[in-house]
């Protein structure tokens, strides 16, 4: 055996004077509690002070260049590590640095170590994990006696790449270099490599970290330990200093702790942001934008179970790929990006950001987040400000517990790129409470990148956590896939699916009065027959075709502004799900714009949603079978009252609750809101949107949509009709058409409208609904649902109803010119009056009976 010696290879770099307004983040854990920070003179700009609430060490030494609890530049993280590894090398010399092996500590210094691994060149890495992989042999384990969780594995796909061996006559000589982020006791390095040496003795160890902070005692353990096992030991550190600590340091901080946070709960029961500013909990969370890396086959997502110099020649030319894809989900605008890593997954994130820094103008920086739990105190001299608290996702061995992400809220992000593993993209990653709903409040704009979880060949995770990718369940498969034209509606086939059954050959069809006597009186739902389609005269076809020529740059505006706001809050690559019929038309505008302005074809689909009934669960399943749920965004026409938005979200709550399935964002996207009901429209006035004056000639020949019992199963879509028989008539195409012709024309007014929505106060106002409900009140109704605001459902009123009257907002122009033809041809008065959100509003006849419609009861038969 060698005689045991250390050698001490750190190096005091260059003192750097301190800017004299700048907070030390340590002062106020040293002023409070007496602890001093002693070292070089970089060691206050490497390491902050916090506390934490651990039984073991009350202090936490927290570092400005790891990528843990500090947002910092990708590059400088990646930078200290990969300096590191270039003094082993020159140290090992290069023979000897082709014969190491890294190893990592989890979680902190997992991707210290690969950079570590990187900068020697050519040396395999591994880290210890505290996440147990079935089928994989256990090569070792320790303890690590100050952490919050002890129990490291080390799970090697090769099991010889510890033993010295791993095909290599002369490896047994090769030097283990062993890396963590601080060296504060050395009673890791002992439990690890007495662990090691019992079952793989070496000749040569060498210690790397960011700060040797060990006490001149414990130095001199290490020194005899290396002696007992008859090895040499070498330490690389970048500073070297020590933390001294005063007497009863530990029961003073617990204590301090304790009161803390007990201020906190009492300043902030539902504190989401310590230091007194809390998560805003009424507004609806954006959401996430989940990115295809194209992650490069083969390449394992860190060092959990290896990772060789073969894989570092399949990820460095992927990279830049990867990170364009990132660049062009983040659009163009963004000022200051955060990429945000998961636990032990930091090496991944780290080089993704080390790529994306190059790649855009932003200030990019790079954090994870972590098991540990850190008391957050808000002020400049404490080195955790903020801290976001939400449930581990990756089905943890030890059980659920809390998570924690710090200095993320309140860093002044655009953005925040989260990268996870597939192991820990689960339904408690995008469930309520969970780091994606977390994060919303505190970015414009989330991302989500997942990188695929490395197993072992021959090896299984015990049960892991349902990746939350597609759901494609079995009842899934059984139901049929989207209608598509020209079989089901005039729309070209690319245009939409319509996940609807075809009951085209089905009469469904009554009268007018017929259907409206059946629905007041209880005897029958709207859905569950359809009126006799309008059969509009000449003069009503030229009003429209007047009125389309009117406003199709309002309406291309719209359109533009919608889209462009859906692009920038949902991402590149939303899913567009429009409500038939009414939504569909402008859900093909929508994708129509995609295309002609960013060159992306965005899936589009249309769905049923029923008053009263809810939204079509099996429509939601193969679409959470076939797409991300969080991808699906929701488009309607416009909001009359708000009763859809309100249907909407009490369908997805209850279809989430008893389907299993989550993610779905139940907000809608409206070309226009004059009901003030949505955050995301094109407009909110009341104007004339050509395509509510006809039914379903303007809506690719589609019937509005059908739900009954003896027609519609429980596995079955619900059902509509095409109207091939209409289509001399048919309009569609034509309308369509004449709005995306005036694209080009309003492209400067939406790209100015939107920058200014995006930081306008959009929260709904409900200024609609309360307007309804005085309507209803002050002319005897006492129902809402007869009270149909808006140009577009006071059309659909005289269209498809028994209206009894029409209000219209005095002065109102060529928006109502349709309407007032409308009302003539069907005997209903037009009152104008005053102080009126809407540009007008139809009545429904309260108490209808048959024959009686109109002020004065007169008989009006269907056409």
């Given at each position: 055996?060698?005689?045991?010696?250390?050698?001490?290879?750190?190096?005091?770099?260059?003192?750097?004077?301190?800017?004299?307004?700048?907070?030390?983040?340590?002062?106020?854990?040293?002023?409070?509690?007496?602890?001093?920070?002693?070292?070089?003179?970089?060691?206050?700009?490497?390491?902050?002070?916090?506390?934490?609430?651990?039984?073991?060490?009350?202090?936490?030494?927290?570092?400005?260049?790891?990528?843990?609890?500090?947002?910092?530049?990708?590059?400088?993280?990646?930078?200290?590590?990969?300096?590191?590894?270039?003094?082993?090398?020159?140290?090992?010399?290069?023979?000897?640095?082709?014969?190491?092996?890294?190893?990592?500590?989890?979680?902190?210094?997992?991707?210290?170590?690969?950079?570590?691994?990187?900068?020697?060149?050519?040396?395999?890495?591994?880290?210890?994990?505290?996440r147990p992989v079935e089928g994989v042999a256990r090569a070792g384990g320790f303890e690590e006696s100050h952490s919050h969780a002890t129990s490291h594995l080390l799970l090697p796909e090769d099991p010889d790449l510890l033993t010295g061996d791993a095909g290599d006559d002369d490896a047994p000589d090769a030097t283990l270099v062993l890396v963590d982020d601080e060296f504060s006791t050395g009673n890791t390095v002992l439990n690890t490599i007495r662990a090691l040496h019992e079952r793989y003795p070496r000749k040569r160890y060498v210690i790397v970290a960011l700060v040797d902070m060990r006490s001149p005692a414990d130095r001199g353990r290490l020194a005899e330990f290396a002696e007992e096992i008859g090895a040499r030991v070498d330490l690389v550190a970048r500073n070297t200093g020590t933390v001294r600590l005063p007497e009863g340091v530990l029961e003073k901080g617990q204590a301090l702790v304790a009161e803390q946070e007990a201020a906190q709960a009492a300043a902030e029961p539902r504190v989401?942001?310590?230091?007194?500013?809390?998560?805003?909990?009424?507004?609806?969370?954006?959401?996430?934008?989940?990115?295809?890396?194209?992650?490069?086959?083969?390449?394992?997502?860190?060092?959990?179970?290896?990772?060789?110099?073969?894989?570092?020649?399949?990820?460095?030319?992927?990279?830049?790929?990867?990170?364009?894809?990132?660049?062009?989900?983040?659009?163009?605008?963004?000022?200051?990006?955060?990429?945000?890593?998961?636990?032990?997954?930091?090496?991944?994130?780290?080089?993704?950001?080390?790529?994306?820094?190059?790649?855009?103008?932003?200030?990019?920086?790079?954090?994870?987040?972590?098991?540990?739990?850190?008391?957050?105190?808000?002020?400049?001299?404490?080195?955790?400000?903020?801290?976001?608290?939400?449930?581990?996702?990756?089905?943890?061995?030890?059980?659920?517990?809390?998570?924690?992400?710090?200095?993320?809220?309140?860093?002044?992000?655009?953005?925040?790129?989260?990268?996870?593993?597939?192991?820990?993209?689960?339904?408690?990653?995008?469930?309520?409470?969970?780091?994606?709903?977390?994060?919303?409040?505190?970015?414009?704009?989330?991302?989500?990148?997942?990188?695929?979880?490395?197993?072992?060949?021959?090896?299984?995770?015990?049960?892991?956590?349902?990746?939350?990718?597609?759901?494609?369940?079995?009842?899934?498969?059984?139901?049929?896939?989207?209608?598509?034209?020209?079989?089901?509606?005039?729309?070209?086939?690319?245009?939409?699916?319509?996940?609807?059954?075809?009951?085209?050959?089905?009469?469904?069809?009554?009268?007018?009065?017929?259907?409206?006597?059946?629905?007041?009186?209880?005897?029958?739902?709207?859905?569950?027959?359809?009126?006799?389609?309008?059969?509009?005269?000449?003069?009503?076809?030229?009003?429209?075709?007047?009125?389309?020529?009117?406003?199709?740059?309002?309406?291309?505006?719209?359109?533009?502004?919608?889209?462009?706001?859906?692009?920038?809050?949902?991402?590149?690559?939303?899913?567009?799900?429009?409500?038939?019929?009414?939504?569909?038309?402008?859900?093909?505008?929508?994708?129509?714009?995609?295309?002609?302005?960013?060159?992306?074809?965005?899936?589009?689909?249309?769905?049923?949603?029923?008053?009263?009934?809810?939204?079509?669960?099996?429509?939601?399943?193969?679409?959470?079978?076939?797409?991300?749920?969080?991808?699906?965004?929701?488009?309607?026409?416009?909001?009359?009252?708000?009763?859809?938005?309100?249907?909407?979200?009490?369908?997805?709550?209850?279809?989430?609750?008893?389907?299993?399935?989550?993610?779905?964002?139940?907000?809608?996207?409206?070309?226009?809101?004059?009901?003030?009901?949505?955050?995301?429209?094109?407009?909110?006035?009341?104007?004339?949107?050509?395509?509510?004056?006809?039914?379903?000639?303007?809506?690719?020949?589609?019937?509005?949509?059908?739900?009954?019992?003896?027609?519609?199963?429980?596995?079955?879509?619900?059902?509509?009709?095409?109207?091939?028989?209409?289509?001399?008539?048919?309009?569609?195409?034509?309308?369509?058409?004449?709005?995306?012709?005036?694209?080009?024309?309003?492209?400067?007014?939406?790209?100015?409208?939107?920058?200014?929505?995006?930081?306008?106060?959009?929260?709904?106002?409900?200024?609609?609904?309360?307007?309804?409900?005085?309507?209803?009140?002050?002319?005897?109704?006492?129902?809402?649902?007869?009270?149909?605001?808006?140009?577009?459902?006071?059309?659909?009123?005289?269209?498809?109803?028994?209206?009894?009257?029409?209000?219209?907002?005095?002065?109102?122009?060529?928006?109502?010119?349709?309407?007032?033809?409308?009302?003539?041809?069907?005997?209903?008065?037009?009152?104008?009056?005053?102080?009126?959100?809407?540009?007008?509003?139809?009545?429904?006849?309260?108490?209808?009976?048959?024959?009686?419609?109109?002020?004065?009861?007169?008989?009006?038969?269907?056409?």
């Open positions: 055996m060698l005689e045991g010696r250390v050698r001490v290879g750190g190096r005091v770099r260059g003192q750097r004077k301190e800017t004299a307004n700048v907070v030390w983040s340590g002062s106020w854990v040293a002023e409070r509690l007496g602890v001093e920070l002693v070292g070089d003179g970089e060691l206050r700009e490497l390491l902050g002070l916090a506390l934490r609430r651990n039984p073991k060490r009350a202090h936490l030494l927290v570092s400005n260049v790891l990528g843990k609890h500090v947002p910092q530049s990708p590059a400088v993280v990646y930078g200290a590590g990969v300096e590191l590894g270039r003094r082993v090398r020159e140290l090992l010399g290069e023979d000897g640095a082709r014969r190491a092996v890294v190893l990592g500590y989890a979680e902190t210094a997992t991707g210290l170590g690969h950079a570590v691994a990187d900068g020697l060149g050519s040396a395999p890495y591994l880290h210890s994990t505290r989401g942001w310590p230091g007194g500013k809390p998560e805003p909990l009424c507004i609806l969370p954006r959401p996430h934008t989940r990115i295809d890396l194209q992650w490069p086959a083969g390449v394992p997502d860190g060092g959990r179970h290896g990772f060789t110099p073969a894989h570092r020649a399949l990820l460095e030319p992927a990279l830049p790929a990867m990170a364009d894809r990132i660049a062009q989900a983040l659009g163009e605008h963004p000022r200051r990006v955060l990429v945000l890593g998961f636990e032990e997954l930091m090496y991944a994130p780290l080089r993704l950001g080390t790529a994306l820094e190059e790649r855009i103008g932003a200030e990019v920086r790079y954090s994870t987040t972590t098991r540990s739990p850190v008391l957050a105190v808000d002020d400049p001299g404490y080195a955790i400000r903020t801290r976001l608290v939400f449930p581990a996702h990756d089905d943890p061995a030890d059980g659920p517990g809390e998570r924690y992400a710090y200095n993320v809220a309140g860093g002044g992000f655009d953005a925040v790129v989260l990268v996870v593993d597939s192991t820990a993209d689960t339904h408690a990653l995008h469930g309520p409470h969970g780091l994606l709903q977390r994060l919303t409040p505190h970015a414009a704009h989330v991302l989500l990148a997942v990188v695929p979880s490395y197993v072992p060949p021959g090896a299984s995770a015990a049960e892991p956590a349902p990746s939350y990718t597609p759901q494609r369940q079995e009842e899934s498969a059984m139901l049929p896939e989207p209608l598509r034209g020209p079989d089901f509606s005039s729309y070209a086939p690319d245009e939409v699916g319509w996940l609807l059954q075809d009951l085209s050959d089905t009469e469904l069809e009554a009268p007018t009065e017929e259907r409206e006597e059946a629905i007041q009186s209880g005897g029958a739902h709207y859905a569950e027959s359809l009126p006799v389609e309008y059969q509009p005269s000449e003069q009503y076809q030229d009003l429209f075709k007047a009125a389309l020529d009117l406003s199709a740059a309002r309406i291309a505006r719209a359109v533009g502004t919608v889209t462009e706001t859906v692009l920038a809050e949902r991402g590149p690559r939303p899913v567009l799900v429009s409500l038939a019929r009414a939504g569909t038309p402008v859900g093909v505008l929508m994708r129509r714009w995609a295309r002609l302005r960013h060159g992306i074809d965005l899936a589009h689909y249309a769905v049923s949603i029923v008053r009263g009934r809810g939204i079509d669960a099996n429509a939601l399943r193969w679409l959470a079978a076939h797409h991300n749920p969080a991808d699906v965004v929701f488009v309607d026409g416009w909001t009359g009252k708000g009763a859809i938005t309100r249907e909407l979200a009490a369908a997805i709550a209850e279809f989430e609750e008893s389907d299993g399935t989550e993610g779905f964002n139940p907000e809608i996207a409206v070309l226009a809101d004059p009901g003030g009901c949505v955050r995301t429209y094109g407009t909110r006035e009341d104007f004339l949107i050509p395509s509510a004056c006809l039914n379903s000639t303007v809506s690719g020949l589609i019937s509005r949509t059908v739900l009954r019992s003896d027609l519609v199963g429980p596995d079955d879509y619900h059902g509509a009709k095409f109207y091939r028989e209409l289509a001399g008539s048919d309009v569609s195409g034509h309308f369509l058409d004449t709005v995306t012709d005036r694209f080009g024309d309003v492209a400067d007014a939406v790209d100015a409208e939107v920058k200014e929505l995006l930081t306008a106060d959009r929260a709904p106002t409900w200024e609609g609904w309360a307007a309804v409900e005085r309507i209803s009140e002050e002319y005897g109704i006492h129902d809402v649902n007869l009270v149909k605001p808006g140009v577009g459902e006071t059309t659909r009123v005289l269209l498809r109803r028994v209206p009894w009257k029409i209000l219209a907002k005095r002065g109102a122009g060529a928006d109502l010119e349709h309407i007032r033809l409308l009302a003539q041809q069907r005997g209903v008065p037009v009152e104008e009056v005053d102080e009126l959100p809407y540009t007008c509003v139809g009545l429904i006849h309260p108490k209808y009976t048959r024959g009686a419609t109109g002020a004065d009861g007169r008989a009006v038969e269907s056409k």
